[in-house]
């Protein structure tokens, strides 16, 4: 089956810009969508699609793909932002595959 | 309100079973797949098994297939997945999620998980 590959932990200054990315085959072919998890509790849908948030997810959430590599991308990072972040994809060979998850610290 | 619960999680030792449900409230059961999806101590999210609305498209991580069985049963508005020949790597919450009838491919919502410890 496929793999998404997310880098481990990124970091960011309050209010600034950060971009955390999930590379693999099968985005190729379909949508990322991307989750945020934050300590005890459940994942939470942040993005879908092209660049679709779900009602409540404040807009300084977006994202993007391109090729293989799909991007959450938060403008102006606050506090409540740091969490882990999962990006997904339905797979050729079975229907769903997630990456490792990124942790975001904001500094 | 929109809300799925999940149950039956519990200690378990190495080789029992046990029985998942998910109760879905606030929606249209039935024209929704589901998914579950679990996530052992300190690890990553992981997706476990899939059902579509009707329950006649089923598929399953390599790392469950032929130890856990997916079903629903719409008239309950319940989702389950039977767990049989538990392993210590199976130790894990276990969330259901909904997934709307969207060739994007989603999750949007999802329960607050019940734990299973496989030990003995």
């Known amino acids: 089956s496929s793999e998404l590959t997310q880098d481990p932990a990124v970091s960011v200054a309050l209010g600034q810009t950060v971009r955390i990315t999930c590379q693999g085959d099968?985005?190729?072919?379909?949508?990322a969508s991307w989750y945020q998890q934050k300590p005890g509790q459940a994942p939470v849908l942040v993005i879908y699609?092209?660049?679709n948030r779900p009602s409540g997810i404040p807009d300084r959430f977006s994202g993007s793909s391109s090729g293989n590599t799909a991007s959450l991308t938060i403008t102006g990072a606050q506090a409540e932002d740091e969490a882990d972040y999962y990006c997904?994809?339905?797979?050729?060979?079975?229907?769903?595959?997630f990456g490792g998850g990124t942790k975001l610290t904001v500094l | 309100e929109v809300q799925l619960v999940e149950s039956g999680g519990g200690l378990v030792q190495p080789g029992g079973s046990l029985r998942l449900s998910c109760a879905a409230s606030?929606?249209?059961?039935?024209?929704?797949?589901m998914n579950w999806v679990r996530q052992a101590p300190g690890k990553g999210l992981e997706w476990v098994s899939y059902?579509?609305?009707?329950?006649?498209?089923?598929y399953y991580a390599d790392s469950v297939k032929g130890r856990f069985t997916i079903s629903r049963d719409n008239a309950k508005n319940s989702l389950y997945l039977q767990m049989n020949s538990l392993r210590a790597e199976d130790t894990a919450v276990y969330y259901c999620?909904?997934?709307?009838?969207?060739?994007?491919?989603?999750?949007?919502?999802w329960g607050k998980g019940t734990t299973v410890t496989v030990s003995s």
């Open positions: 999620a909904r997934v709307p009838l969207d060739p994007r491919g989603y999750m949007d919502v």
């Open positions: 606030g929606f249209t059961f039935s024209s929704y797949e």
């Open positions: 059902i579509s609305s009707s329950g006649s498209t089923i």
């Open positions: 099968s985005l190729r072919s379909y949508y």
């Open positions: 699609g092209k660049n």
């Open positions: 997904n994809s339905r797979d050729s060979s079975g229907p769903w595959v």
